[in-house]
Every structure is written in structure tokens, then in C-alpha cells.
């Protein structure tokens, strides 16, 4: 369970949200609402007030880097610094690129070969390779084709499934939101608002 | 050995000449740097005569407490230097304190360290040999910080997305930063490591040279730049690393978040 109560920083909040095992809510809303933002302060990388429970353990209770591991990011614009891809997953990872259509060579790729969409695609592999309870997607889907969503949609579903894990989804699309998500949420003005199934 | 020739005011005013003749050049051609020359060649001037007075002074006193009190001045106005040269700093007294208090621990504990175990004067405190072995390990130092220092926090900038990838990812502040820290110590301490290389063939240290012109016989003079040389870059060398050790640590607040905005440019 992913509990947040009365979180606020410097620009959004304060606001709650509550997120149960195996459950994805989904949060869209205008660019400038503070979408980014708030996955931010979830995964604290900014400064906020309030309290986050990961499974009752409060945010401060954990070791910052152990929860930014469970607690996972996906940001707009993932950024890769190694040479290859492989350089950015743990050695013993066990995610399986073809799930996302890749091939096996694709460890070996140069990062800087790699387009905006794979980039995307493969920092989702990236993130699910740190096996996070928690994931924060910020528009995961937004530089890909139709196909490749989709691909990106059922990989977080099966990833939500098996391992009863969390999901907040930030998304601009309408009806990508009712595919993916079980409640959905408008943000504006650094505000959350539920709104009707 | 041959008498020490001493220099008139008007032999300094023939070399100040030089430096005229250089403004003039850079006035016609409009490179801007002729108010620079002039104000820091007079700075020059001005900043070694009182420097020459204090020092007769505080030879003639040998008294610790001189001693002390020019050393406190020395380091002060060394971290403030250091402070200048970085492009961005820390902001508040960070900016100053990193800087400064790395010089301390390093400049200081090197220049005791001579005095005590390798050279020995009696009294330890000497003025004739503190001061100068302590001005020495102290501005080679202070250039050395300035140097990483501005590396890490301009590489901390322009890397903010990859830091901040790598927290994501569940890295410690210490592995997300850890490439960029390895880059600054390198940028402060190659200067002194190259220095040591080239030392004698393309240059005479000026430490070597000033006691060659003053009559010291060469092997003297060599013996005492050999000390410099290692004393110079063993305090470079730990004064960058508690510098980096420190900056690293202050980029990043108590739950391992990037904190930019400890950072301020020169210019703001």
C-alpha cells in the first residue's frame, strides 16, 4: 500500500492519494499542473512536507536510495550516461527485452545510437529490473507508436500483476487511462481531484 | 661565493616598464586587458612592500603569536581567492567555508609537518622558514581547490539530469556523483603531478630560482625545492580531496536529493 497524506511542496499540494497493492491510478491533467512535480516529491527527489507510507513504513524511516529503488521514476526524458545498455542494468537482471521488441544485441548497443522512443521503452526494463514496488510513470508512452504502447501497457499490467505492485500513471491520452488504470485523478493548480469511474 | 646584488628602485622601475609597454599594446589592440595588468601590477607593488615591512618586522620579533596571526590572514584571503575563481560556488558560507577550511586542515598540517619532522628550525615556528614553506603549500593548494571545486559544482550542473537518473535508479548520492568527484580531484592535482614531471628541465621553479639569485649554492637550492615539490603536491592533493569530499557531500542534502540550488553563479 502506497499511502500519501497531506503532501505538499514549495508548488503543489497539499494533497493526498492512496494507492492499494496491484492497483494503477491514473493522473492527468494540463502541462504546468505539477504532475511531474508530484511523482517527484513521491519518489523524494524534491524537498516536501507531509507523510508517505510504503506498506506502513514511512519515507523517512527508509534509507532515501532503498526507497528511491522500491519507490521507481520513470522520468519524461530517461537519461543514460554508460556506453551501452547494458551498462545501465544490474548484471544478474532477469528482464526480458523482446517483451518490449527487442532483440538479445540490444545489450550491446551503443545509448547513443538509440532513438527517443527506445530510449523510453528500455528505461522502463531498466526500472522494472530494480523489481520496485512502487512505479511512477511519467508519460511513459508519449514518443511511441500505437504498437509499442500497447506493448508498454501490457508489460506494466503483467509487472502489476505477478508482483502485486503499485502503479501512479501519469498520461495525456483519455483512453489510455481507462485501459490501464483502475481510478483515475485530474491534477490542476498543484491540486488532485478524484474524479467518477 | 660572489656578493648578492642588491636592486635599486629604478631597476624595478626599468621591469615596470614592461608591464606599461604590455598595457599600451593592449589598449591599442583592444583586448581588454590593459586596466588588468595595470591595477594588478600595481597591486603587486604595493601587496609585497607591506609584505617586505611585515616580514622584517616579524623576523626580528620571533614571536609566535605574529606568527599565527599572518598565517590566519594568509588563509583567509586564500579562501577567498579560491571562492573568486569558481564559476559556481556554494552559496552563503559554504561558498567560502569548503574552500577554506580544506585549505586549513591540508596547508597547515603539511607546513607543521616540515617544520617539526623534516626541516627543524629552532624555534619550530621560526618566521624565516614558516612563512614561506607555509605560502607556498598554501597558494598551490588554493589553486588546486579552485580548480575541483569549480569542476564539481559546473559538472554537477550540466549533469543534473544523469545525477538525478542515477537516484532514480536507487543509487546512493555517493555512486550517483561518484564519476564526477574522480574528474575534479584529477582537475586540481594534475597541475602540481605535472609540475613535479617537467620540474628542472622546462622550468626552474621560482622557489629554486629565488634562492639561486639570492647565492644560495645549487644543491641547497634543489634539496629545499625537492621538499617544496612533495610538500606542495601532498597538500594539493589532500586539500582537493577533503574539498571534493566536502562539495560532494554538500550538493546533496540528508535524503540524498540533488540540491542545485546550494549553487549560485559568479554573477548572481
Not at chain 1, 156 to 185: C, F, K, P
Not at chain 2, 114 to 128: F, M, S
Not at chain 2, 215 to 239: C, D, H, N, R, W
Request: proline share 5%.
Amino acid at each position: 500500500m502506497l499511502k500519501i497524506r497531506d503532501l505538499s511542496t514549495a508548488v503543489i499540494g497539499p494533497l493526498s492519494l492512496t494507492v492499494a497493492p496491484g492497483q494503477c491510478v491514473a493522473i492527468s491533467g494540463p502541462s504546468g499542473a505539477g504532475k511531474s512535480l508530484l511523482l517527484r516529491a513521491i519518489a523524494d527527489l524534491d524537498p516536501w512536507q507531509g507523510e508517505i507510507f510504503l506498506d506502513e513504513t514511512p519515507a523517512h524511516a527508509m534509507n532515501a536510495a532503498d526507497w528511491r529503488r522500491q519507490v521507481q521514476l520513470l522520468p519524461a526524458e530517461p537519461q543514460w550516461w554508460a556506453s551501452t545498455v547494458a551498462g545501465h542494468f544490474p548484471p544478474e537482471t532477469d528482464v526480458d527485452p523482446t517483451l518490449l521488441g527487442f532483440g538479445l544485441e540490444v545489450w550491446q548497443w551503443p545509448v547513443q545510437r538509440l532513438s527517443s522512443g527506445e530510449k523510453q521503452r528500455l528505461a522502463l526494463l531498466r526500472a522494472l529490473a530494480r523489481r520496485p514496488r512502487v512505479l511512477l510513470l511519467d508519460e511513459p508512452t508519449a514518443n511511441l507508436d500505437d504498437a509499442s504502447a500497447r506493448r508498454v501497457e501490457a508489460l506494466v499490467a503483467d509487472y502489476r500483476g505477478q508482483h502485486q505492485a503499485m502503479v501512479v500513471w501519469v498520461s495525456h491520452a483519455g483512453a489510455q487511462r481507462v485501459r490501464v488504470a483502475d481510478s483515475y485523478y485530474e491534477m490542476d493548480a498543484g491540486q488532485l481531484r478524484q474524479e467518477a469511474e | 661565493m660572489s656578493e648578492l646584488i642588491l636592486l635599486s628602485p629604478l631597476d624595478l622601475g626599468i621591469a615596470s616598464a614592461l608591464i606599461l609597454l604590455l598595457a599600451l599594446l593592449s589598449w591599442r589592440m583592444r583586448l581588454g586587458l590593459g586596466n588588468d595588468l595595470m591595477i594588478s601590477g600595481a597591486r603587486t607593488v604595493v601587496q609585497l612592500l607591506l609584505v617586505g615591512l611585515i616580514l622584517t618586522a616579524v623576523f626580528e620579533q620571533q614571536r609566535l603569536v605574529w606568527v599565527v596571526l599572518i598565517s590566519v590572514v594568509m588563509l583567509l584571503v586564500a579562501g577567498r581567492e579560491a571562492m573568486a575563481r569558481q564559476e559556481r560556488r556554494f552559496a552563503g558560507w559554504w561558498g567560502f567555508g569548503v574552500g577554506t577550511l580544506s585549505m586549513f586542515v591540508s596547508s597547515f598540517t603539511m607546513t607543521l609537518f616540515a617544520l617539526l619532522a623534516v626541516i627543524g628550525p629552532e624555534p619550530w615556528y621560526t618566521p624565516q622558514y614558516a612563512i614561506p614553506l607555509l605560502g607556498m603549500v598554501l597558494g598551490n593548494t588554493m589553486t588546486g581547490i579552485a580548480l575541483a571545486l569549480d569542476r564539481l559544482t559546473q559538472n554537477a550542473w550540466d549533469q543534473r539530469a544523469i545525477i538525478e537518473q542515477r537516484l532514480m535508479l536507487g543509487e546512493s548520492a555517493g555512486e550517483a556523483v561518484r564519476d564526477i568527484r574522480r574528474h575534479s580531484m584529477r582537475n586540481g592535482m594534475i597541475p602540481s603531478i605535472n609540475a613535479m614531471a617537467v620540474a628542472g628541465i622546462v622550468s626552474l621553479p621560482g622557489m629554486m630560482t629565488g634562492q639561486v639569485l639570492a647565492g644560495s649554492p645549487p644543491m641547497e637550492a634543489v634539496k629545499y625545492q625537492i621538499l617544496g615539490m612533495f610538500l606542495i603536491t601532498a597538500g594539493t592533493g589532500f586539500g582537493t580531496l577533503a574539498a571534493v569530499w566536502l562539495g560532494a557531500r554538500r550538493l546533496f542534502d540528508d535524503r540524498q536529493r540533488l540540491r542545485l540550488d546550494r549553487t549560485r553563479l559568479r554573477s548572481e
